[in-house]
């Protein structure tokens, strides 16, 4: 793939995906391996044996609800997307971290 940078409003989704993915990992990126378009590839690399991003010491928080670990995987997966097209807009990404239990959960 030819990844050309051109700022759009999908950049900040695509960003997003990646600050997303580093807090469930607990994981940073290596970058010298991997820049600019290949940060997706790392993470699937990464986990291509799990099918959660979400580090095991997680999954003992008292807010943080296991069942959402596939749900954030596939929402960080999405917007790390290499196609803009595909990737959801904020709003939709918003409206899915809202939805999420351990939202509901921390915030009672």
């Known amino acids: ?3 050309v940078e051109v700022i759009v409003i999908k950049s900040d989704v695509y960003a997003f995906g990646i600050s997303l993915y580093n807090l469930l990992s607990k994981r940073a990126l290596d970058k010298e391996k ?3 378009c290949e940060i997706d590839k790392w993470a699937a690399n990464e986990y291509k044996h799990r099918r959660s991003y ?4 997680l999954e003992d ?19 790390m997307d290499d196609e803009q097209k595909k990737r ?5 990404v918003f409206e899915r971290l809202k939805g999420l239990r351990c939202c509901a959960a921390a915030v009672l």
């Open 1 to 3: 793939m030819n990844c």
């Open 34 to 36: 991997y820049t600019g």
């Open 54 to 57: 979400v580090d095991e010491s």
């Open 61 to 79: 928080d008292t807010y943080f609800d296991r069942r959402d670990g596939r749900k954030l995987t596939e929402l960080a997966r999405q917007c």
């Open 88 to 92: 959801p807009d904020m709003k939709e």
